[in-house]
Each structure stands twice: as structure tokens, then as C-alpha cells.
């Protein structure tokens, strides 16, 4: 990278450095090579540290580049399509899920999703937490919420493990007719147990991705899907198993 | 708010404190009021100011909290659901699409953009300009990608003006018929442009939905839509048009 001198721009610094920075990331470096260090990159650019830092951090947000500890900043690899969204509705659980179960427990779900389960505060629910690995890496952890209700054959006194607990939940959930199903997905920071499974920090910026299970009239369970936001992207629509390998918005600076 | 002490726990301060803050926002404060400053929330508290400003920053990227320039920090209302993915499929400007036309340029596109769409590099397409608003709030802002081949109609020597060349582009496109179309969702980081329409500083955290438009077998037009990610939740799925109002990771602490 050459000596580039920003004093002469209008917009923002570290606006116009982001933009050539991520050329040079283009021409010079490859995905997975460790960037010089801060103050050595500073200096090339003639900027202050401050200025440099802040296009690196967009940078991030955009996935051009990962910070690991212990490691440093390198680039990239290109983000990976994660289907949320298919054409035909289906339970969790079912064949061809991509999902593992972790565990089973009963717990008082979160307010929000109480609310929406249209259970009595305090009520317990079973939570069955999954996770989601895509080439090798983690990349979503989800905590389904199924209240006793949704699940009546299901024996309360079940003493077998969290797996085989999960894996009851989900079987019997599935006798349910599956009326409908509806997702949103928002900005959230990872909580850490989540955090902790997806190799990330407590409060990096996530994918959350709701889902709502509609059957006898009501919502029988809803799943709450915490997704990387550096190494993902979420396609949805009917050709949801086409994976669009480079984005737009990676070069769009 | 009384006063905490946060010296004993185990888990990071800021992550207890933005718990702590959580709940007292629920209790005590409503939606729109303003939050003490930051020294006087420190000394509430008892933390230092950096481990203020993260609890904060955390509570903003969950939606909960909005840093509004010359207001200060207030507290947020639930975030907007707003529909990204339909069953069906329609073409950009159909009846009952929530866009406002803005203008229509010919522009060589991004380089991943022209990828998708397999385009010659440095080839300029039609790029249509829009946005949308929901509740009178700008809420996103959309460049819609069309390559001359798939409005062969369409005059290239038009000299009408902006808004009327791209009501021309979406109505000679419609013309094609739609074989599909699939939507992806990620974290990007508001361009310029994009930021100021969207009332956001550059480099604001958005969610950055990239929609492609089959027909006669390609990629016939790419969308690529910039969503402000802390007053918004994109939903899709067959029960679309129904809102979360309160989404579970709200309180999801």
C-alpha cells in the first residue's frame, strides 16, 4: 500500500480511507491475511489512529475484515448464505433440518416471548436449545420455546437426558398440524452463553432471527435464532438454496 | 434509580449493568424520555463512565436505546415490523408496493452488484432510486439494478425526468415474466448517501437486504435495499403482514 494523503477530501476521513482501504484489500491482500499493525497502517495512510480505526470498524460491520484475539485483524472470506426462509412450512426437528439439539430445560421464558406465546408470566416452558453449524463453523444458536400446552402426550416427570428430552419435545410438537409460520429478523448484541457457542464476544453485533409456529389457532412455539452478523448472511424467498457468494454491499463503498 | 454496586459480580460489569439499566428503563422511564447524562448515570450506578458507555451501547443495538444528535439518549419505541419477503412474488413497483419512486440514473454498478447480474465491469445499467416510509419515518432506501437488456423497450435516448424514467424502467421490466426471485439479509454500515435519507450518521449499523429478480432464465434486476436496523424488524414468511410488536431479545437479557 503507498502513502495516501486524505487532507483535500470533503466527506469524512475515515469515510474516503474505509473506501480505499478496501481496494487495497481487493488488489493486495487475500482472505485470511493478517493486516500490518494500527499504527504502521496509520502511518501509510497519514491519518491519525483514531480516523484509522473507525474505518477499520466499518469495515467489520461490513465484513471485509474479522478481529480475533489473540490473532489480530485479518481479511475476510466472503460471507456465507445461511437459508432462514423456505417455500414449504415445517417444524423443527423435522428431516433435512440443519439444526443439532443441545438440550432441553424448563424455564420462564423472556417477557417478550411470553407475550407472544400468550403465556402467564412466571409459567415455565420447555426451552430446547440448538445449534447450527455451516462448513465446519458455528453459526447460530437457538433457544425454541414450546409450552406444555403444545406438547400434552408429553410425561411432565421426564427424567432421561437434555437430549433425549429435546429430541421428545420436538416429536411430539411435530403431531401438531403446522397452520403457519412467520419470521422477523432484527439487529441484537450476543448474549454470552450464545457469545460463548458462537466463538464471538458478549455484546458483538448479531443477526436475531424470531420465528413464530402457528397451529390450533394460536402460536404453539416460537424459536429465537441468535446469527453471526460478520460471517453470515440470511437469504430467504423461493430460491432460497442459491447462495449469492459475494454481496453488493462488499464492494458497494 | 437507586444506587448499585456492581463490584462483586463475576460477569463483565458492563453486561450487568446494561440488566440492570434494562429494567429500570422498563419501570421508570416511558417511551421518547430522555436519559440523565452520563456522569450522573455513572454516579448512580457506581461504574465508571466507559463501562457506562457500553451498557449503552449495548441497549442501542438492541433497539432499546436511540442516540438522537442534539437531543441526547432516549428511550426507544418497539421497533417497526416492516415486511421484506411476501408469498408471492411481484415485480418492484406493482400495485400495493410501499416504495416512492426518487430518480433514475444511468450508472455503472458495484462490482459484486454487476457479478450478479453478469454484466460487463465498467458497464452502466439503469439504477432507480427509491424509498420507503412506514409511519412517516424513513425506514429504508433502495438502488434497484436494471441492465438495458431487460428493458430492450425502453428508449435510451430518454430525456424525461428522473422520476419519469424510473416509473418508465419498472413499467417496461414488469413487462418480462417474473420466474422467481430470492432475498438475502446481512449487516452492512449506511453509506453516505443512504445515511442521510435515512436520518443516520455514516457508518450507522444497517441491515442490507440484496433481492434477485429472475427472468428468461437470469438474474433480470438486483435490489439492494439498506433498512435502518434500530427502528426496524425485517419480517417474512407466509403470515408477513403480522407484526411482533415486543420481539423477545427486547428483553431477552
Redo the contacts between chains.
Keep these: 500500500m503507498g502513502t495516501t494523503q486524505l487532507e483535500t477530501v470533503p ?2 476521513k ?2 474516503h480511507l474505509k473506501t480505499v482501504l478496501s481496494e487495497a484489500l481487493d488488489s493486495e491482500f487475500s482472505v485470511g491475511e493478517i493486516l500490518p499493525n494500527e499504527r504502521d497502517l496509520a502511518a501509510r495512510f497519514g491519518v491519525a489512529r483514531a480516523t484509522l480505526r ?1 474505518a477499520l ?2 469495515l467489520e ?3 471485509r475484515l474479522q478481529r480475533r484475539r489473540g490473532v489480530g485483524t485479518t481479511v475476510a472470506p466472503p ?1 456465507m ?1 445461511v437459508a432462514v ?1 423456505t417455500e414449504q ?1 415445517a417444524w423443527p426437528g423435522v428431516a433435512g433440518d440443519t439444526w443439532q439439539l443441545a438440550d432441553c430445560a424448563m424455564a420462564a ?5 411470553a ?2 406465546l400468550e403465556s402467564l408470566q412466571g409459567e415455565q416452558v420447555y426451552t430446547v436449545r440448538r445449534s447450527r453449524v455451516t462448513r465446519g463453523q458455528p453459526v447460530a444458536a437457538e433457544l425454541l420455546y414450546v409450552p406444555a400446552s403444545s406438547v400434552p402426550g408429553l410425561s411432565a416427570v421426564d427424567t432421561r437426558s437434555g437430549t433425549a428430552r429435546a429430541r421428545s419435545v420436538l416429536r411430539e410438537l411435530q403431531r401438531l398440524e403446522l397452520e ?10 450476543a ?2 452463553e450464545d457469545a460463548k457457542e458462537l466463538d464471538r464476544l ?2 458483538a ?1 448479531v ?2 432471527v ?3 409456529f ?1 397451529a390450533e389457532g394460536r402460536t404453539a412455539a ?1 424459536s ?1 435464532a441468535t446469527y453471526r ?2 460471517t ?9 438454496g ?1 447462495e ?1 457468494h ?8
Design positions: 466527506e469524512p475515515y469515510w473507525q470498524e466499518q460491520l461490513e465484513g460471507r448464505g426462509g412450512r421464558p423472556p417477557a417478550a416471548v407475550g407472544i403457519g409460520q412467520d419470521s422477523a429478523v432484527e439487529l441484537g448484541s448474549r454470552a458478549p455484546g453485533p443477526l436475531v424470531t420465528t413464530r402457528f416460537v429465537v452478523a460478520d453470515c448472511r440470511l437469504t430467504f424467498g423461493d430460491s432460497g442459491i449469492i459475494d454481496g453488493p454491499e462488499r464492494r458497494a463503498s
